[in-house]
Every structure is written in structure tokens, then in C-alpha cells.
């Protein structure tokens, strides 16, 4: 399984961006997909989340309300939607295709290669 990220880039505070990640070598029908990100000296985050259906979906809580993650199953796609971004969002993106363990948590086993995301303020 490979995972291709890309969309990120350069945008202003209050802009929008969207991320993509393409999943290939398998179909993405059976993986809960995931978004983190990781920013220079800090620990990597959890941005979102979503299961298989499309209708259970997770947010951190430093970007509930103002990022959507959704998946097109038939591209083997997940996107990420971000708006209102802050100069805070500043970090590299990655996508990540995994299972659930029990409710609430979840095990990534197929990790993209992380796509830049920076925001002026």
C-alpha cells in the first residue's frame, strides 16, 4: 500500500487549503484514514479521522470547526479541507491508512511521505 499526499503549500491567515492523499496497491474501502501533522520541535498530532463509510468522523481539537476531512472511495482518496487557517497550522502533513484496535484507538500501518503546509501571518 502506498499513500501520495500532496496540496499542500504557501497560504495566508483566514485562507483555505485542501489536501489530498491517493491510496494505491489496495483499495481504501476497508482503512480507517487518518491526517496528523507534525510541526518543527513539537510532538506529531492528531488532525482527523475518518472510518470507512464516510459517517463517523474525528477532529482534534485544535482544528474542530474549521477543518473536514472526507473520502472518495471509488478515487481512493482522502481530502483534507482546511479553512481559517492560522500561522499555528504551520507543519507537514501526513496522511495514514489504518485499523481499529478497539473504539478509540487505532493502529496506522501505511504512512504517507508528508506534504508542507505553512501559513503567513
Known amino acids: 500500500v502506498q499513500l501520495q499526499a500532496s496540496g499542500g503549500g504557501l497560504a495566508q491567515a483566514g485562507g483555505s487549503l485542501r489536501l489530498s492523499c491517493e491510496v494505491s496497491?489496495?483499495?481504501?474501502?476497508?482503512?480507517?484514514m487518518g491526517w496528523f501533522r507534525r510541526a518543527p520541535g513539537k510532538e506529531r498530532e492528531f488532525v482527523a479521522r475518518?472510518?470507512?463509510?464516510?459517517?463517523?468522523?474525528n477532529y482534534g481539537d485544535s482544528v474542530k470547526g474549521r477543518f473536514t476531512i472526507y473520502r472518495d472511495n471509488a478515487q481512493n482518496t482522502v481530502y483534507l479541507q482546511m479553512n481559517s487557517l492560522k500561522p499555528e497550522d504551520t507543519a507537514v502533513y501526513y496522511c495514514?491508512?489504518?485499523?481499529?484496535?478497539?473504539?478509540?484507538?487505532?493502529?496506522?500501518?501505511?504512512w504517507g511521505q508528508g506534504t508542507q503546509v505553512t501559513v503567513s501571518s
Open positions: 475518518i472510518n470507512w463509510s464516510n459517517f463517523n468522523k
Open positions: 495514514a491508512a489504518g485499523i481499529p484496535l478497539t473504539m478509540t484507538t487505532f493502529r496506522y500501518d501505511y
Open positions: 496497491g489496495r483499495t481504501l474501502n476497508s482503512y480507517v
